[in-house]
Protein backbone atom coordinates (compact mmCIF):
# COMPACT_ATOMS: atom_id res chain seq x y z
CA UNK A 1 0.00 0.00 0.00
CA UNK A 2 2.92 2.28 1.00
CA UNK A 3 3.51 2.90 -2.74
CA UNK A 4 -0.37 4.20 -3.75
CA UNK A 5 -0.48 6.38 -0.80
CA UNK A 6 2.56 7.75 -2.30
CA UNK A 7 1.38 8.54 -5.35
CA UNK A 8 -2.09 9.26 -3.94
CA UNK A 9 -0.58 12.34 -2.32
CA UNK A 10 -0.44 10.63 0.99
CA UNK A 11 2.61 11.20 2.70
CA UNK A 12 2.39 11.81 6.63
CA UNK A 13 -0.16 8.88 8.55
CA UNK A 14 0.30 9.13 11.87
CA UNK A 15 -0.94 7.02 14.93
CA UNK A 16 -1.88 9.04 18.51
CA UNK A 17 -2.87 7.62 21.39
CA UNK A 18 -3.75 10.92 23.49
CA UNK A 19 -2.95 14.07 23.60
CA UNK A 20 -2.87 14.84 27.54
CA UNK A 21 0.13 16.86 27.42
CA UNK A 22 -2.04 19.79 25.68
CA UNK A 23 -5.37 19.20 27.57
CA UNK A 24 -3.98 18.20 31.13
CA UNK A 25 -0.40 19.95 31.24
CA UNK A 26 -0.65 19.92 35.20
CA UNK A 27 -0.18 16.28 35.42
CA UNK A 28 3.24 16.69 33.18
CA UNK A 29 6.54 19.19 33.57
CA UNK A 30 7.39 22.01 31.47
CA UNK A 31 9.70 20.11 28.75
CA UNK A 32 7.38 16.80 28.21
CA UNK A 33 5.05 19.59 27.33
CA UNK A 34 6.72 21.71 25.06
CA UNK A 35 7.80 18.46 23.57
CA UNK A 36 4.78 17.13 22.91
CA UNK A 37 2.90 20.47 22.00
CA UNK A 38 5.49 21.09 18.93
CA UNK A 39 5.21 17.54 17.72
CA UNK A 40 1.56 17.76 17.91
CA UNK A 41 1.01 20.81 15.65
CA UNK A 42 3.59 19.56 13.50
CA UNK A 43 1.31 16.97 12.33
CA UNK A 44 -2.30 18.71 12.90
CA UNK A 45 -0.67 21.20 10.16
CA UNK A 46 0.40 18.44 7.80
CA UNK A 47 -0.64 15.16 8.46
CA UNK A 48 -3.10 13.76 6.03
CA UNK A 49 -4.58 10.99 8.31
CA UNK A 50 -4.71 10.51 11.93
CA UNK A 51 -5.44 7.17 13.88
CA UNK A 52 -6.39 7.16 16.96
CA UNK A 53 -6.42 3.99 19.48
CA UNK A 54 -9.70 4.46 20.96
CA UNK A 55 -12.34 6.28 20.29
CA UNK A 56 -12.29 8.79 22.99
CA UNK A 57 -8.56 9.83 21.73
CA UNK A 58 -10.52 11.35 18.59
CA UNK A 59 -12.49 13.45 20.48
CA UNK A 60 -9.44 14.49 22.45
CA UNK A 61 -7.86 15.32 18.98
CA UNK A 62 -10.29 17.47 17.63
CA UNK A 63 -10.66 19.39 21.35
CA UNK A 64 -6.58 20.09 21.41
CA UNK A 65 -6.51 21.12 17.60
CA UNK A 66 -9.02 23.52 18.81
CA UNK A 67 -6.79 24.82 21.58
CA UNK A 68 -4.04 25.38 19.59
CA UNK A 69 -6.23 27.28 17.19
CA UNK A 70 -5.88 24.55 14.13
CA UNK A 71 -8.91 24.74 12.44
CA UNK A 72 -8.59 22.62 9.30
CA UNK A 73 -10.82 19.42 8.73
CA UNK A 74 -8.62 16.39 10.09
CA UNK A 75 -9.32 12.91 9.00
CA UNK A 76 -9.54 10.78 12.01
CA UNK A 77 -10.34 7.20 11.94
CA UNK A 78 -10.30 5.55 15.74
CA UNK A 79 -8.49 2.09 14.91
CA UNK A 80 -8.79 -0.86 18.42
CA UNK A 81 -5.13 -1.72 19.06
CA UNK A 82 -4.39 -5.33 20.02
CA UNK A 83 -3.93 -6.40 23.64
CA UNK A 84 -2.44 -9.88 23.02
CA UNK A 85 0.69 -9.68 24.68
CA UNK A 86 3.27 -11.73 24.08
CA UNK A 87 5.05 -13.00 27.34
CA UNK A 88 7.62 -15.83 28.14
CA UNK A 89 6.98 -18.55 30.79
CA UNK A 90 5.68 -16.36 34.04
CA UNK A 91 8.44 -16.22 36.67
CA UNK A 92 6.98 -15.55 40.00
CA UNK A 93 7.95 -13.08 42.68
CA UNK A 94 9.49 -14.55 45.39
CA UNK A 95 8.33 -11.95 48.21
CA UNK A 96 4.61 -13.11 47.06
CA UNK A 97 4.42 -16.59 46.92
CA UNK A 98 3.22 -18.60 49.84
CA UNK A 99 -0.59 -17.60 49.10
CA UNK A 100 -1.54 -14.12 50.46
CA UNK A 101 -4.23 -12.50 48.13
CA UNK A 102 -3.09 -8.91 46.87
CA UNK A 103 -4.50 -6.51 45.04
CA UNK A 104 -2.23 -5.29 42.31
CA UNK A 105 -1.46 -1.89 40.47
CA UNK A 106 0.27 -1.54 37.77
CA UNK A 107 1.74 1.90 36.06
CA UNK A 108 4.45 4.31 36.19
CA UNK A 109 4.02 6.23 39.02
CA UNK A 110 2.90 10.08 38.17
CA UNK A 111 -0.35 11.79 39.13
CA UNK A 112 -2.86 10.76 36.44
CA UNK A 113 -2.24 7.15 37.41
CA UNK A 114 -3.81 8.16 40.72
CA UNK A 115 -2.14 5.15 43.23
CA UNK A 116 -2.24 7.08 46.19
CA UNK A 117 -7.02 6.18 46.01
CA UNK A 118 -6.05 2.23 46.18
CA UNK A 119 -3.61 3.24 49.23
CA UNK A 120 -6.27 5.12 51.00
CA UNK A 121 -8.59 2.55 50.01
CA UNK A 122 -6.62 -0.56 51.16
CA UNK A 123 -5.34 1.67 54.74
CA UNK A 124 -9.29 1.90 55.62
CA UNK A 125 -9.63 -1.95 54.87
CA UNK A 126 -6.42 -2.55 56.51
CA UNK A 127 -7.67 -0.70 59.03
CA UNK A 128 -10.80 -3.11 59.53
CA UNK A 129 -8.38 -5.95 60.03
CA UNK A 130 -8.49 -7.24 56.49
CA UNK A 131 -5.93 -9.43 55.76
CA UNK A 132 -5.21 -8.48 51.72
CA UNK A 133 -1.90 -6.93 50.47
CA UNK A 134 -1.36 -4.18 48.10
CA UNK A 135 1.04 -4.50 45.35
CA UNK A 136 2.73 -1.99 43.11
CA UNK A 137 4.10 -2.08 39.80
CA UNK A 138 6.30 0.83 38.28
CA UNK A 139 8.78 2.94 38.69
CA UNK A 140 9.09 6.46 40.12
CA UNK A 141 7.84 9.37 37.66
CA UNK A 142 7.71 12.67 38.24
CA UNK A 143 5.50 15.26 39.99
CA UNK A 144 4.85 12.34 42.91
CA UNK A 145 7.24 13.13 45.41
CA UNK A 146 4.57 13.17 48.56
CA UNK A 147 3.26 9.47 47.38
CA UNK A 148 6.76 8.40 47.24
CA UNK A 149 7.33 9.61 50.40
CA UNK A 150 4.08 8.00 51.87
CA UNK A 151 5.13 4.71 50.19
CA UNK A 152 8.87 4.69 51.53
CA UNK A 153 7.86 5.71 55.04
CA UNK A 154 4.74 3.43 55.60
CA UNK A 155 4.28 1.61 58.62
CA UNK A 156 3.28 -1.49 56.36
CA UNK A 157 5.99 -1.38 53.69
CA UNK A 158 7.49 -5.07 52.89
CA UNK A 159 4.87 -6.31 55.17
CA UNK A 160 1.29 -5.90 53.63
CA UNK A 161 2.30 -3.08 51.01
CA UNK A 162 5.03 -4.26 48.87
CA UNK A 163 6.38 -1.49 45.80
CA UNK A 164 8.28 -3.45 43.33
CA UNK A 165 8.77 -0.76 41.17
CA UNK A 166 9.59 -1.88 37.89
CA UNK A 167 9.49 -5.75 36.87
CA UNK A 168 10.07 -8.07 33.44
CA UNK A 169 7.46 -8.84 31.76
CA UNK A 170 7.34 -12.41 32.95
CA UNK A 171 7.32 -11.51 36.34
CA UNK A 172 4.37 -9.14 35.29
CA UNK A 173 2.71 -12.15 33.84
CA UNK A 174 3.02 -13.71 36.97
CA UNK A 175 1.55 -10.48 38.83
CA UNK A 176 -1.47 -10.41 37.15
CA UNK A 177 -2.09 -14.37 37.02
CA UNK A 178 -1.79 -14.54 40.41
CA UNK A 179 -3.39 -11.12 41.61
CA UNK A 180 -6.88 -11.69 43.64
CA UNK A 181 -8.30 -8.25 41.76
CA UNK A 182 -6.47 -5.88 39.84
CA UNK A 183 -7.68 -2.01 39.99
CA UNK A 184 -6.74 0.59 37.72
CA UNK A 185 -7.21 4.04 39.22
CA UNK A 186 -6.13 6.33 36.14
CA UNK A 187 -7.90 9.88 36.02
CA UNK A 188 -7.30 9.39 32.51
CA UNK A 189 -6.18 6.72 30.29
CA UNK A 190 -5.62 7.21 26.73
CA UNK A 191 -5.95 3.55 25.81
CA UNK A 192 -6.41 1.40 28.95
CA UNK A 193 -3.47 -0.54 28.66
CA UNK A 194 -3.69 -1.97 32.38
CA UNK A 195 -7.48 -2.67 31.92
CA UNK A 196 -6.86 -4.57 28.92
CA UNK A 197 -3.72 -6.77 30.33
CA UNK A 198 -5.45 -7.54 33.76
CA UNK A 199 -8.24 -8.63 31.74
CA UNK A 200 -6.29 -10.28 29.53
CA UNK A 201 -4.98 -12.45 31.95
CA UNK A 202 -8.22 -13.25 33.15
CA UNK A 203 -7.80 -11.02 36.76
CA UNK A 204 -11.12 -9.77 38.26
CA UNK A 205 -10.81 -5.77 37.47
CA UNK A 206 -11.99 -2.95 38.78
CA UNK A 207 -11.31 0.50 36.95
CA UNK A 208 -11.77 3.62 36.92
CA UNK A 209 -13.88 6.18 34.65
CA UNK A 210 -11.22 7.80 34.02
CA UNK A 211 -10.59 8.70 30.04
CA UNK A 212 -10.84 5.56 27.60
CA UNK A 213 -10.75 2.94 30.50
CA UNK A 214 -14.88 2.28 29.95
CA UNK A 215 -14.31 1.69 26.38
CA UNK A 216 -10.90 -0.92 27.05
CA UNK A 217 -12.97 -2.71 29.19
CA UNK A 218 -16.47 -3.22 28.04
CA UNK A 219 -18.43 -5.01 30.64
CA UNK A 220 -16.24 -6.97 32.22
CA UNK A 221 -14.94 -4.96 34.73
CA UNK A 222 -16.67 -2.83 37.57
CA UNK A 223 -16.55 1.27 37.30
CA UNK A 224 -15.70 3.75 39.84
CA UNK A 225 -15.33 7.39 40.10
CA UNK A 226 -11.29 8.26 40.11
CA UNK A 227 -11.67 10.22 43.15
CA UNK A 228 -14.44 8.36 45.02
CA UNK A 229 -12.06 6.10 47.20
CA UNK A 230 -15.29 5.09 49.15
CA UNK A 231 -16.50 3.46 46.35
CA UNK A 232 -13.17 1.97 45.53
CA UNK A 233 -13.49 0.68 49.30
CA UNK A 234 -16.43 -0.44 48.70
CA UNK A 235 -16.26 -2.47 45.63
CA UNK A 236 -12.80 -4.44 46.99
CA UNK A 237 -14.80 -5.12 50.03
CA UNK A 238 -17.36 -7.02 48.48
CA UNK A 239 -14.79 -8.62 46.91
CA UNK A 240 -13.02 -9.90 50.08
CA UNK A 241 -16.27 -10.97 51.76
CA UNK A 242 -18.85 -12.07 48.70
CA UNK A 243 -16.60 -14.98 47.03
CA UNK A 244 -19.57 -15.53 45.02
CA UNK A 245 -19.13 -12.34 43.76
CA UNK A 246 -15.82 -12.18 43.33
CA UNK A 247 -16.30 -15.39 40.96
CA UNK A 248 -18.43 -14.02 38.96
CA UNK A 249 -15.96 -11.08 38.03
CA UNK A 250 -13.09 -13.33 37.37
CA UNK A 251 -15.76 -15.42 35.07
CA UNK A 252 -16.24 -12.17 33.35
CA UNK A 253 -12.37 -11.04 32.91
CA UNK A 254 -12.14 -14.91 31.35
CA UNK A 255 -14.57 -14.62 28.76
CA UNK A 256 -13.78 -10.98 27.64
CA UNK A 257 -12.80 -10.41 24.01
CA UNK A 258 -9.31 -9.53 24.09
CA UNK A 259 -8.49 -7.63 20.92
CA UNK A 260 -5.98 -8.82 18.71
CA UNK A 261 -3.48 -7.33 16.87
CA UNK A 262 -4.38 -9.08 13.92
CA UNK A 263 -7.37 -7.31 13.83
CA UNK A 264 -5.60 -4.28 14.37
CA UNK A 265 -3.36 -4.47 11.17
CA UNK A 266 -6.69 -5.91 9.47
CA UNK A 267 -8.22 -2.78 10.37
CA UNK A 268 -5.36 0.02 9.44
CA UNK A 269 -4.86 -1.60 6.14
CA UNK A 270 -8.59 -1.34 5.49
CA UNK A 271 -8.45 2.44 6.15
CA UNK A 272 -5.14 3.25 3.84
CA UNK A 273 -6.60 1.20 1.27
CA UNK A 274 -9.73 3.52 1.34
CA UNK A 275 -7.60 6.18 0.91
CA UNK A 276 -6.19 5.37 -2.46
CA UNK A 277 -9.20 3.66 -3.82
CA UNK A 278 -11.45 7.08 -3.56
Known amino acids: LLPRLHDAGIHRVVLI ?27 LNNSELFLTSPRRTANDLRSAATALGVSRDLDIRPVP ?32 KNQAVVLDAMERLWDQGVEVDLVLVGKEGWLVDRLVQRLRRHP ?8 LGRVDDRKLAWLYDNAFVTVAPSIYE ?44 SLLRRHIEDPS ?21 QEIAAHLAELVTV
Open 190 to 233: GLGVPVLEALGHGCATIASTGGAQPEAAGDAAELFEPTDGAALT
Open 156 to 163: RRDKELHW
Open 81 to 112: LGADYLTEDPEPVPELEGGRRYVLVVGTLEPR
Open 245 to 265: HHERQRAAAAAFPCPTWAATS
Open 17 to 43: HDVMPVLYPEWFTEKHIQVFTDWLIAH
